[in-house]
């Protein structure tokens, strides 16, 4: 009997993995170590992980196809050997995003100062003008857009893109948008040490169908931390929008925000800050202004640091109740609330312009350098 490695590939070609429903050789799970002495085989086959659960039943679904399909003769079983392949990282980070022009972080210092109903808000209106826009909730400990879009109960699917399975973005209001709330149970708290909640991340980023994308929005969580880390090495933020109260506390909190987007070791562009709960208006009083927080502190840190002020948004109670809906005020730019967003929006959209201009493209923080030695991202504005 004449032994030659292609038909012990033809054999193996037909097992299927479990995971993908691909066979091994087209799956690229065999080595090109194929060892033939006489009667006796030997090769390693190739996972992408030490403990997959499929490893002892593909293994045995190998030998069983070389003996069936080539010879029962055949020295085979127990010279199958596993190996884990090296996980390949994406050349360029842009290879993440290839189609998003620009990304926004919407940070805060502290929780509470309603920077998630503010993104939700800026995302609604930046779709209302027409640009193509995408959220992710970045908050994994804390999701809450699922309820601002009123889409608690939505599951992304899974559809192939070339050679991967991507999730798709749940979609409504023109915004697409992925949250760890759509794949956890929402009445849970979710319990992660600080490199699950960094994977997950990155899966919602990398391994998504975005599309393209004319402005990506990142609610972050509130502070600074692994999630923050893991974004600046991940991604080329265009820049932070920066969220306050005029409360001295949450001002003092986004001081430190701001500090650790600009300093030496991240160095991401500001496109400037919003005074969120500026005043209370009741409703039945619109020209009416009561400052329970303090009165325009988030104005004077925009002039202290020299940042712009992109806007004041009240503090009206539709805001909160159309967040609680799943209705974003955005919706109804012909109202006071509305049309405070939009005007946001359309503050937004100029700073992102004027950075672009005016700033070389940002550049990622690269991990293992010295900080300063950051990876190049060539973004286009």
């Not at 980023?205 to 880390?229: K, M, N, Q, R, S």
Request: one cysteine or more; glycine letters at 8%.
């Amino acid at each position: 009997m004449n032994l030659y490695p292609k038909l012990i590939l033809n054999a193996l070609a037909k097992v299927r993995y479990p995971g993908s429903g691909r066979n091994l050789v087209e799956a690229g799970m065999v080595d090109d170590n194929i060892r033939i002495e006489g009667h006796r085989v030997s090769f390693s086959l190739l996972f992408d992980k030490p403990n997959d659960p499929f490893i002892r039943s593909v293994v045995k679904a190998a030998e069983t196809a070389v003996l069936t399909y080539v010879s029962p003769e055949i020295d085979i079983r127990g010279r199958i050997s596993v190996a884990v392949r090296p996980a390949v990282a994406p050349a360029e980070t842009e290879s993440l995003l290839p189609g998003v022009k620009n990304i926004l972080a919407v940070a805060s210092g502290k929780g509470g100062v309603g920077k998630s109903t503010l993104t939700a808000n800026l995302a609604v209106a930046l779709a209302g003008m027409g640009y193509r826009t995408g959220l992710l909730d970045a908050d994994l400990f804390g999701p809450s857009q699922p309820k601002m879009f009123q889409v608690e109960e939505a599951r992304p699917s899974l559809e192939r893109v070339g050679e991967r399975e991507l999730i798709q973005p749940v979609e409504k209001y023109g915004v697409k948008l992925l949250s760890i709330g759509f794949f956890v149970n929402r009445d849970d708290a979710v319990l992660w040490r600080g490199p699950m909640a960094v994977n997950a991340l990155k899966q919602l980023i990398g391994e998504a169908c975005w599309g393209a994308l004319d402005y990506f929005l990142i609610d972050l969580p509130p502070g600074t931390g692994d999630i923050h880390l893991t974004l600046v090495q991940m991604l080329a933020l265009t820049g932070v929008v920066v969220v306050c109260t005029p409360q001295a506390v949450a001002l003092a909190d986004a001081r430190k925000a701001i500090r650790m987007f600009t300093g030496e070791q991240v160095h991401v562009p500001i496109l400037g800050l919003v005074e969120n709960m500026a005043w209370f208006t009741p409703a039945e009083l619109p020209e009416n202004k009561y400052f329970l927080f303090g009165r325009e502190g988030g104005v004077q840190l925009a002039k202290e640091l020299n940042i712009p002020l992109l806007g004041q948004i009240p503090l009206v109670q539709s805001i909160c109740e159309s967040g609680d809906l799943g209705a974003p005020a955005a919706l109804h730019p012909e109202t006071l609330t509305g049309a405070a967003f939009h005007e946001l929006a359309r503050c937004v959209v100029r700073q992102t312009c004027l950075r672009n201009e005016q700033l070389p493209p940002t550049q990622r923080v690269a991990t293992g350098r010295k900080p300063g030695a950051r990876q190049s991202r060539n973004q286009q504005p």
